[in-house]
């Protein structure tokens, strides 16, 4: 297998999990990962969020996470130089939409149908890129209206599962790591053999 060559987005309360989990998964099976940030260069770092969803309760509990330590320049990132594109969730994606170039990059992968995935809020990037328009997809549920209002044909999951359709892969929520990443992996012809 040929490592490729990621691209991750991110920003300040990313949600930990959902940053961290698939940056060090995607090494480990020997893919090089470049986390960047508007505004932030090699070296900076990010504070991350921790989610919960405890039962009974409406939505979900924030913690203050882990610095996430950024990996290279966000000004400097081409999608030309990349495989695939990964956009967490957590609370970052709110103001990550409103960024031109975050906006651009998505575009860029999705016409050049390189694989995208997406998690949890991250998926409100992907809605304001326009790029979900017929595709199925799923996202945490306070992020289903702006997906349906942006035409995709929103699955609702339960939090552990994930979902691709084409070249996007999308997740509910942290719990569902293991599907969302398997998915993703089969994207980038990654086999894993034991």
Known sequence: MAPKKILMIVGDYVEDYECMV???ALEMVGHVVHAVSPGKKNGDFIQT???DFLPGEQTYTELRG???KINACFDEATEAAYDALVIPGGRAPEFLRL???VIRLVQEFNKSKKPIASICHGPQILAAAGVVKDVKCTSYPACKPELILAGAKFQDLPADKAIADGNLVTGVAWPGHSI???LFLEKLGTKITL
């Open 22 to 24: 698939p940056f060090q």
């Open 49 to 51: 969020a921790v989610h």
């Open 66 to 68: 882990h610095r996430f």
């Open 99 to 101: 960024n031109e170039k």
């Open 180 to 182: 969302w990443l398997a």
